[in-house]
């Protein structure tokens, strides 16, 4: 049986991946962090459906800023394959934080690549890359040889942790792949998050529960894609021969405007009525333009997204209505309901 470790499990990708990789018979291990509350809400559904689950799925309290206890994670699970996810991946909250932001963001893949490399060198190494390293963007549109310019902390944090998973790769010989991924979202995506910031108003707006919603750049545009499918690049870049960076996109760029457009109207309301500017979501510098070229990957790996960005946005939207019904079922029965997730 395959072993994956995956870092960043409870998270949004994290969450994604492990479904993907149980349902290809894989055995699961998780890094997380102790809390004082629960933070395994999008996967505490693996753990209910025997089906998916069985004795597959494994979580280790850990730190991906704790170097001797990755070292002995990995000397105790043997991984086949390790996908580094977590991060501190809040581009606005990394110019408030980007000190802690460099030390979760970058140096923690050089954690794990030492710990790889100490370990014996035969774990498949997956490197969270982001569109973000393009920041000012040098080439419309971006692609695998396309020059970085990271415009916010996390950007460069992504760039150092990028160019180290290509200096082990080269120096070392370890099989390390790094995805650069460009937006992705879906109904687990974290309310701060713009789109789901959107989604999550509207939906509330519209219930009479909220007034107005208040945002940063309306005109920054992005290339939006749809999370769940993002992570089978993941895996499909750990099972080609040998280790490359694949661009992940999917070639059409929408603004923040246009995503607001698309959700509103998709419940039937005007959003030019609810939306207000607060400088205080203003970046320091901001990346105007991403949109990626994901040539590499479709030829290589044989990968193309599938969900178009109208669809995206009803998901979402769709996701967080059922949300608000089974809370308010919940407060009205005690009873949840079924879960949103998809």
């Known amino acids: ?51 998916i689950n069985g004795v597959r799925l494994f979580l280790h309290y850990g730190d991906i800023a704790d170097s001797t206890n990755l070292i002995k994670l990995l000397y105790r699970i043997q991984p086949d394959e390790v996908y580094h996810l977590a991060a501190q991946s809040h581009v606005r909250v990394s110019f408030d934080i980007p000190e802690y932001t460099g030390d979760v963001t970058a140096l923690s893949t050089v954690r794990i690549l030492e710990a790889i490399r100490e370990t014996g060198g035969k774990s498949k190494f997956y490197q969270a ?32 942790a990028h160019w180290m998973t290509v200096n082990y790769r080269e120096s070392y010989g370890l099989f390390a792949a790094s995805g ?34 208040y945002l940063g750049n309306l005109d920054a545009k992005r290339d939006w894609g749809y999370a769940k499918e993002y992570v089978e690049a ?78 995206l946005v009803q998901i979402m939207v769709d996701a967080d209505m059922t949300l608000l019904q089974n809370k308010e079922r919940a407060e009205v029965f005690g009873d949840t309901g079924p879960s949103p997730a998809r």
């Open 180 to 213: 650069i991924l460009f937006n992705h979202e879906s109904p687990r995506r974290g309310e701060t998050f713009v789109t789901r910031k959107i989604t999550r108003a509207a939906v509330r707006i519209k219930a009479g529960l909220q007034k107005k919603l």
């Open 234 to 311: 993941m895996w499909l870049m750990l099972q080609q021969d040998l280790p490359d960076d694949y661009v992940i996109a999917t070639g059409e760029t929408h603004s923040v405007s246009e995503f607001l457009e698309e959700t509103f109207s998709y419940l039937d309301l005007d959003w030019h009525e609810y939306v207000e500017l607060d400088p205080k979501y203003l970046r320091p510098t901001e990346v105007d333009l991403l949109i990626g070229d994901a040539t590499k990957a479709k030829r290589a790996l044989n990968w193309e997204p599938k969900v178009t960005f109208k669809e």
């Open 129 to 160: 890359s982001s569109s973000e390293m393009f920041g000012k963007v040098q080439e419309v549109p971006q692609r695998e040889t396309t020059p970085f310019y990271p415009r916010s902390p996390y950007g460069a944090a992504k760039v150092y």
């Open 1 to 51: 049986m395959t072993k994956a470790l995956i870092t960043g499990i409870t998270g949004q990708d994290g969450s994604y991946l492990a479904e993907f990789l149980l349902e290809k018979g894989y055995e699961i291990h998780g890094i997380i962090r102790r809390a004082s509350t629960f933070n395994t809400g999008r996967i505490d559904h693996l753990y209910k459906d025997p089906h």
